[in-house]
């Protein structure tokens, strides 16, 4: 059975999550700090759920 375009945008945007994450945490870390650091991390792994 084929997967359905919303898994598949849905998976497709994991991924993107998933290579952005080191991006992300390095700038906001930069930006804001390492006491922060852990909100970065925090706010991408929100599943939503």
Do not use: C, W
């Not at 598949?8 to 290579?19: A, P």
Request: charged share 35%.
């Amino acid at each position: 059975m084929a997967i359905s375009n919303d898994e598949r945008v849905g998976k497709g945007l994991e991924q993107l999550k998933v290579g952005l994450m080191p991006f992300v945490e390095r700038e906001f870390r930069s930006r804001f700090g390492e006491s922060r650091a852990h909100d970065a991390k925090d706010l991408l792994s929100y599943t939503g759920h």
